[in-house]
Nanobody, 122 residues
C-alpha cells in the first residue's frame, strides 16, 4: 500500500485549502483512512478519519467545521478540506490507512503512512 499526499502550500490566513491522499495497492476490502497533523515540536495528532465502506467519519473534538474529510472512491483518494485557515494550522499533514482500527484517531492504529505535505499559514 502506498499513500501519496498533495495539496500542501504556503497560504494567507482566512483562505481554504484541500489536501489529497491518493492510495494505491489497496485491495477491494474496506479501509480506515485518516488525516493527522504534526505541528513543529508537537506530537502527531489525529484530525479526522473515515471508513471507506460505510462512509462513517470521526473528527477530533473541535475539528468538525474547520476540517472536512471526504472520500472519492473512483480516484482512491481521501481529501481533507481546511476552512478559514489560521496560523495554528501550520503543520505537516499526514495521511494514514489501515485495514481495521479500534481507535480511528490514534496514530498507533495505522500501519500505512504517506510522506506528508506541508501547510504553512501566515
Amino acid at each position: 500500500v502506498q499513500l501519496v499526499e498533495s495539496g500542501g502550500d504556503s497560504v494567507q490566513a482566512g483562505g481554504s485549502l484541500t489536501l489529497s491522499c491518493t492510495a494505491s495497492g489497496l485491495t477491494d476490502d474496506t479501509y480506515y483512512m485518516a488525516w493527522f497533523q504534526q505541528a513543529p515540536g508537537k506530537q502527531r495528532e489525529g484530525i479526522a478519519a473515515l471508513n471507506t465502506g460505510g462512509g462513517v467519519t470521526w473528527y477530533r473534538d473541535g475539528a468538525k467545521g474547520h476540517f472536512t474529510i471526504s472520500l472519492n472512491n473512483a480516484k482512491n483518494t481521501v481529501n481533507l478540506q481546511i476552512h478559514s485557515l489560521e496560523p495554528a494550522d501550520t503543520a505537516m499533514y499526514y495521511c494514514a490507512a489501515a485495514r481495521w482500527v479500534h481507535f480511528p484517531l490514534r496514530s498507533d492504529s495505522y500501519n500505512y503512512w504517506g510522506q506528508g505535505t506541508q501547510v504553512t499559514v501566515s
